[in-house]
Nanobody, 124 residues
Framework: QVQLVESGGGSVQAGGSLRLSCVASGNIPFCMSWFRQAPGKEREGVARIYTGSGTTYYSDSVKGRFTISQDKAKNTLYLQMNSLKPEDAAMYYC???????????????????WGQGTQVTVSS
C-alpha cells in the first residue's frame, strides 16, 4: 500500500481558495483521487487523475472550481479549490487505487490506500 499524508486544510470565507496537498510514499499508483465527507453525509469522490497521462475527471459539484494536479518529482497530489462554497466544507481525503484495479474512477471501493484527512471549513 501507498502511504498518504494530506495537508493544507483550513478555514476560509465563501469565495475563497485553498490548496490541499497529499504526499505519497512508495510506488505511485496509476490513479489517485480526492474524496470528501461532510458530517452526516456519505463520502463522495470529487476529482481523480491518471498519474501517467495526467487525465483528470471532476464531479459535477466541483467542476470548474477545483483542479487536481500532481508533481511527480515530489510524489505529491494537489487539489486547488477556488470559489469555495459553504457546502464544500468537509474532511478531504486523498486516496490511491488498488494496483489490481483496471479502471480509474470515483468508486471508493476501488481504493485501498487513504490519507488521514484534512479539514476544510467554509463560512458564509
Amino acid at each position: 500500500q501507498v502511504q498518504l499524508v494530506e495537508s493544507g486544510g483550513g478555514s476560509v470565507q465563501a469565495g475563497g481558495s485553498l490548496r490541499l496537498s497529499c504526499v505519497a510514499s512508495g510506488n505511485i499508483p496509476f490513479c489517485m483521487s480526492w474524496f470528501r465527507q461532510a458530517p452526516g453525509k456519505e463520502r463522495e469522490g470529487v476529482a481523480r487523475i491518471y498519474t501517467g497521462s495526467g487525465t483528470t475527471y471532476y464531479s459535477d459539484s466541483v467542476k470548474g472550481r477545483f483542479t487536481i494536479s500532481q508533481d511527480k518529482a515530489k510524489n505529491t497530489l494537489y487539489l486547488q479549490m477556488n470559489s469555495l462554497k459553504p457546502e464544500d466544507a468537509a474532511m478531504y481525503y486523498c486516496a490511491a487505487v488498488a494496483p489490481w484495479r483496471l479502471v480509474c474512477g470515483l468508486d471508493q471501493t476501488a481504493y485501498n490506500s487513504w490519507g488521514q484527512g484534512t479539514q476544510v471549513t467554509v463560512s458564509s
